[in-house]
């Protein structure tokens, strides 16, 4: 359980842990790969770890330099091992459907399980294309659901048009087609993060992307690279947003990624009114890099949906809080993925934030806030969801009474030591 107080305003500067999206990758394309791959800025949080441990179970030695760099031993993409025991994914959906592309062209068998909300999670959106490549996978309710049984094998390129703009799923099939024979092509309906596409190139393959429409060619080897990961902006979002919580205060981040297909969040508080500067600094690995400052404006609500929902679909429930100070109303539409997240997060951001006093209404896809209003006290619950604790501490930070949240154990996934960063904006007072 964490207490938050009211913050007076405050000014910070700071990096924060790597990039979630980006570490994953960087020890699944590792592992992969022929030779060795150095990695630096690798986020130690419990879903990444859990990757790591994946594919240690499949052969891959990765050695732990510091919390922060790992060296790993890449097997070749046809070099992994049958793990003999389940691979336990945790709370992870990136490890689960990205890993799961890579085991449907493995030749061996393995489970696949992970915690409550992942047997919860919709897993045919990768069953079903990697079903269509001639992967045998099982599980229950005809694969929907884990536990997962992967009995790998030769795989066939196809072109797949998903229904929805997801990177995991845009990525599982990548992963696939570099084991599969012929090209494997992925249209997605609006662009989804592109981490995938811009790792491969790093590490020697080929591939085009253009107009949301991404092919590989199989049979293609990696070859070891070093894979320096910037700092994660869904994590420094929730920075972000605590200097537009508390009038007066200023936010800055450095060396966080600034790759276009996850700064909507900048965007959407830019519309909003808040003070933004962004500067950058550098590319690593293909990502660009830079340096972000956000600062209170006068508020007004937005209406954010279409294309703009992907890239900030992680920071949507920070986004509401931060739209309970804004004047008028704020829509978010066409967001019916948030249901199926870690928890479904219209309804958790929905009632937890109501519980502070605010004015929120789910909606069909997404949900409605009308603003400004004053948060009250309360206790709040993250439902085991590191993005909804984390969106409730920052809520209790403009709060006019202490807010307690329980359940933040969960904010480990993606940023161990987050209120570490939250005691220092209640002491680093202008
Ligand atoms: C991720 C993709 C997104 C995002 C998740 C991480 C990734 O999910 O919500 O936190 O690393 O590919 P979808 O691709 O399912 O939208």
Redesign the pocket.
Known sequence: MMEIWQSKPFQLTCKVPGD??IS?RSIMLGALAEGVTEVEGFLPGKDCLGTLQCFEQMGVEIERLSPTSVRIHGRGIHGLKEPVAPLDVGNS??TI??MLGILAGAPFFSTVIGDDSISRRPMDRVVQPLRKMGARIEGRENGRYTPLAVKGGRLQGITYHSP??????K?CLLLAGLSAEGVTTVAEPSL??D?TERMLPAFGAALTAKDHVVSIEGGQSLRGTKVRVPGDI?SAAFLLAAALMVPGSQVTVEDVGLNPTRTGILDAFKQMGAMVEVEETGSWCNEPVGRVTVRTGELHGVTIGGEMI?RL??EIPVLAVVATQAKGTTVIKDAK?LKV?ESNRIATTVNELNKLGANIKETEDGMVIEGPVTLHGGTTTSHGDHRIGMSMAVAGLGAKETVKVLDVESIDVSFPGFFRYIQKMQVSQI
């Open positions: 979630k999206s994953h959906g990136t459907r990205l929805v703009a997801s990177a995991q799923v990525s989804s993060r981490h869904s992907p679909i992680d993925e997240k």
